[in-house]
């Protein structure tokens, strides 16, 4: 059963517009969560998370929306460049752990110039 | 500041073999944890080490094992390859603060079994 899940396995989006990553999850134990990104032949790259406590958190052109009652969040890229073409993963931290995510399984971002 | 590294990034072996990858955390990061990604699975937590102990396991046979070094460094096993193990191995490394959970991920050991 999976407990983070990322319902759209790609996006397409012209550049300069506004990227909307989703992700959902079962668990309410989850006490953070986190999005990477990830590059053909790289590790995944940590972009930004957000704590259970907040619904909100912006850096830079990336910003995380949280809805606990829906158990939902999303990443909104705003605006979107080439650069920001990737694999786009959702995860989330059970409380009182520290290394072990859980991870969704993704979604392609294409950003076509 | 040097980033996680994992050696080999490639290799080859057959079933029925062992094989054995390395990770070098980032300097400073204490605690280490190894993902497999398949294309099938995503990414699926493997184990956790800090200061040389295990803290977290996932879901996985106990073919698969793994150590941590006095100097942070970790290892990981697999014995009796499957086919079903062909995947990229991810080693990541984290600051232990109770924070954000953040992992500094290594660019992986592709494994395939043939």
């Known amino acids: 059963d999976q407990q983070v899940k990322q319902n759209s396995p790609s996006l397409s989006v012209q550049e300069g517009r506004i990227s909307i990553l989703n992700c959902d999850y079962t668990?309410?134990?989850?006490?953070?969560f986190l999005w990477y990104k990830k590059y053909p032949a790289e590790g995944p790259t940590f972009l930004i998370s957000i704590s259970s406590i907040k619904d909100k958190n912006e850096d830079g052109r990336f910003t995380v929306f949280l809805n606990k009652s829906a158990k939902h969040l999303s990443l909104h890229i705003v605006p979107s460049q080439p650069g920001d073409s990737a694999v786009y993963f959702c995860a989330a931290r059970l409380r009182g752990s520290q290394g072990n995510l859980i991870f969704g399984k993704g979604t392609k971002l294409s950003v076509k110039p | 500041k040097a980033g996680v590294t994992q050696t080999p990034r490639y290799l080859i072996k057959t079933r029925g073999q062992q094989v054995t990858l390395s990770c070098s955390p980032i300097s400073g990061h204490r605690s280490v944890s190894w993902y497999q990604q398949t294309p099938g699975q995503g990414l699926q937590f493997l184990f956790e080490y800090f200061s040389e102990t295990q803290r977290n396991k996932g879901n996985f046979p106990g073919r698969f094992s793994g150590r941590q070094f006095s100097n942070s460094r970790s290892e990981m096993n697999v014995s009796t390859l499957e086919l079903g193990d062909s995947a990229l191995y991810l080693c990541?490394?984290?600051?232990?603060?109770?924070?954000?959970?953040?992992?500094?991920f290594g660019e992986g050991s592709r494994l395939t079994v043939l």
């Open positions: 990541a490394s984290s600051l232990v603060a109770g924070g954000p959970g953040e992992l500094f």
């Open positions: 668990n309410s134990m989850f006490d953070y």
